[in-house]
């Protein structure tokens, strides 16, 4: 497997070298591509997985890329990384582009991390229990919580909780706001309310 590995790293750096100069090394059991300080892709497995970004997350879970799990101290942590099937290798210049995307994705991604690096446990609502369950649908810190929002967050944490409640959407948007789900601003209650009650409709509706 590993020599099926480091044949994947030199078949995707070959193919996006018109990128620029891309650099490799060890990262989550696996290896890491970079341009520059942007680690834009992973290869594990003998298979090359991008990163995502909130604008083209939702394309790549259309297009049925399967997500990379990460096993750390036994918890499954899924990372927005998704892996690129064959049909995708044959479609080099859409392959590049999602690359591309991944990249500058990460540049902003890395500049709002240095504005806010604090960790997910030291916002409001946020106790241990919960920062390991944003761990587990890819959201590791303060940055990347404001960045998906807490709608969004809120959906993928029913992936892994069953429903999770509109007090959980509440203590999200107040992390990202920085007040007490108690004290949240009336307007933001009532926006995640009404959603809140359009998506437990809808997620009946399916279940029946």
Sequence with gaps: ???????????????????????????????????????FALVADGELYLRATNENEEIMRQMAMRQFVYHKRGIEILLRYFQVGESLWQQPERLIKLANDAIRGMQIEKAAKKNDPRRLKDLPNINLSMERMLWQIGVK???ELRMQGAIKTYVKLCSVK???????????????????????????????????????????????
């Excluded at 007490?180 to 437990?200: C, E, G, K, Y």
Aim: cysteine-free; charged content about 15%.
């Design 141 to 143: 810190n303060s940055a």
């Design 162 to 208: 069953k429903v999770p409640g509109i007090l959980t959407l509440f203590a999200l948007e107040g992390a990202i706001l920085g007040y007490h789900m108690s004290v949240l601003p009336v307007p933001s209650r009532a926006r995640l309310t009404d959603w809140f009650n359009i998506f437990t409709q809808e997620e009946q509706g399916i279940r029946a």
């Design 1 to 39: 497997m590993l020599n099926e590995t480091k044949k994947k790293i030199a078949q995707s750096i070959a193919l996006l070298s018109p990128l620029g100069v891309i650099h490799s090394r060890p990262q989550f059991g696996g290896y890491s591509l970079s341009y520059g300080d942007a680690m």
